[in-house]
Nanobody, 115 residues
Framework: QVQLVESGGGSVQAGGSLRLSCAAS????????MGWFRQAPGKAREEVAT????????YYADSVKGRFSISRDNARNTVYLQMNNLRPEDTAMYFC????????WGQGTQVTVSS
């Protein structure tokens, strides 16, 4: 089992920045990738950014490319999502995930961007 604890959400004005953190514990040796999904009210869950634990390859949704950056601290088993130039459409609940043979999810952290 892998446990995930997120932090760093909040409210900002458009153009501002936030950094989300996701700390993993438990069977972290079996994690193959970690990242973030988000879900806004009435919308489907969207994969935002992913980092693979092997070579550190990354994936970004087109909507966040050039504004968001995902990174990891292997010593702390923590993944970060740096979000710059935030837009009102980035407003959502952000969920950290980790993949082993099963998906694992954090509890979610709210990000609200006002215009």
């Amino acid at each position: 089992q892998v446990q995930l604890v997120e932090s760093g959400g909040g409210s900002v004005q458009a153009g501002g920045s936030l950094r989300l953190s996701c700390a993993a514990s438990g069977s972290t040796y079996s994690v193959t990738r970690m990242g973030w999904f988000r879900q806004a009210p009435g919308k489907a869950r969207e994969e935002v950014a992913t980092i693979y634990t092997g070579f550190g390859n990354t994936y970004y949704a087109d909507s966040v490319k050039g504004r968001f950056s995902i990174s990891r601290d292997n010593a702390r088993n923590t993944v970060y999502l740096q979000m710059n130039n935030l837009r009102p459409e980035d407003t959502a609940m952000y969920f950290c995930f980790a993949t082993t043979s099963l998906p694992h999810w954090g509890q979610g952290t709210q990000v609200t961007v006002s215009s």
